[in-house]
Nanobody
Framework: QVQLVESGGGLVQAGGSLRLSCAAS????????MGWYRQAPGKQRELVAT???????DYADSVKGRFTISRDNAKNTVYLQMNSLKPEDTAVYYC???????????????WGQGTQVTVSS
């Protein structure tokens, strides 16, 4: 079994900061890309940021310059540092990891359960 467990969400005022964490546990052989997505009420899930195993990053235009994604490969953990938060950042944030459970398995996309981020104006 593989689980992605997120933490760090909460309520913050506009302009504030939060740091999300997501750790993969269970049988993990290797992790390729990891990422963060979000879904606001009534909207589709959207990509926030991704990071490859080598550390290359990509961001949605709406968060560039405010959010930073990073990872600790030794801990199978990905982070999302969110600064200068805006009310429109309010959403459930999900982490995602493309990982292999064994050396002979193909990569599979696993998802966390989601963590609520609420930014008040």
């Amino acid at each position: 079994q593989v689980q992605l467990v997120e933490s760090g969400g909460g309520l913050v005022q506009a302009g504030g900061s939060l740091r999300l964490s997501c750790a993969a546990s269970g049988t993990v052989f290797s992790i390729n890309a990891m990422g963060w997505y979000r879904q606001a009420p009534g909207k589709q899930r959207e990509l926030v940021a991704t990071i490859t195993s080598g550390g290359s990053t990509d961001y949605a235009d709406s968060v560039k310059g405010r959010f930073t994604i990073s990872r600790d490969n030794a801990k199978n953990t990905v982070y999302l540092q969110m600064n200068s938060l805006k009310p429109e950042d309010t959403a459930v944030y999900y982490c995602q990891a493309d990982l292999r459970r064994t050396s002979w398995s193909i990569p599979y996309a696993y998802w966390g359960q989601g963590t609520q981020v609420t930014v008040s104006s």
